[in-house]
């Protein structure tokens, strides 16, 4: 297996400075907020990684954590699951975008939890598969306490140079976010059509609607939706591309 980590820091909405580490098991470099690229040879059944969760504050913290689907090829046979305490059972790629951990950890000021496993079945599917996961406060899900964007490279060629493909943030922007009666999206020199959905913090489609090529804007109603967190994910074609972070705060 070979790994390596390209240093592109993400913005997230909400987050807690310093609780928590993410780190390799037996090291002690500090892994949140970057992309961390897992490779393996393509014709592996079974691809996973572990990481090591520190608490560095000095209190005590009710620990959730949720994987959200970034970039993924569903309906090829693939299958996930994500370890937070317990391991759940595996769901089909693409199913299940936004994924809450069953269980928290409850994580006193110095403790280490190294029950974190992302597993990714791809049967020898020839691809990349790229996933955002977040550590968060279980007694407010809008604090985040860390995330990383974990990159599972099963391709016969390499992810490293597509990963900034991935993101379209350059040309996104969602405004005003935090959103109360309304949030516009406005996305510059859209080259293809897009399909928009948003999901609740447990994963359930909220909204849907579509992105023709050159549209320069689209306004999602939010008034009729409760205060939290949502995931606006953009997809061409049956693939996903990015997902974006929304707060709504009546």
């Known amino acids: 297996m070979r790994t390596f980590l390209l240093t592109v820091f993400l913005a997230s909405l909400s987050v807690a400075t310093a609780q928590l580490r993410i ?106 598969s790229s996933y955002r996961i977040e550590w968060f406060d279980a007694d407010n899900d809008n604090i985040v306490f860390a995330s990383i964007d974990l990159v599972f490279d099963h391709s016969s060629a390499s992810c490293a140079t597509g990963v900034d493909d991935l993101d379209i943030s350059s040309i996104l922007n969602l405004q005003p976010n935090p959103a109360d009666d309304a949030v516009r999206l406005n996305l510059d020199r859209l080259d293809t059509p897009l399909n928009i959905q948003v999901f609740d913090i447990l994963g359930q489609e909220v909204w849907t609607s579509r992105m023709a090529m050159g ?23 049956d693939r996903a591309i990015h997902s974006e972070k929304l707060v709504v705060r009546h």
């Open 23 to 128: 780190s390799d098991p037996g090291s002690t470099e500090d892994l949140s907020g970057t992309v961390y690229v897992v490779g393996q040879e393509p014709q592996s059944v079974e691809h996973e990684h572990p990481f090591e969760v520190v608490n560095e504050s000095d209190l005590t913290l009710n620990v959730g954590c949720r994987r959200i689907e970034l970039d993924v090829v569903p309906d090829q046979g693939m299958e996930s699951t994500l370890c937070w305490v317990i391991c759940p059972a595996y769901v089909p790629v693409g199913s299940q975008t936004v994924r809450v951990s069953d269980f928290t950890s409850m994580m006193d000021p110095g403790e280490v939890d190294e029950s974190f496993v992302m597993h990714l079945r791809t049967y020898g599917y020839d691809a990349c």
């Open 215 to 237: 549209q320069e804007w689209l306004e999602i109603p939010t008034a009729a939706w409760n205060s939290g967190i949502y995931f606006v994910t953009f997809s061409a074609g």
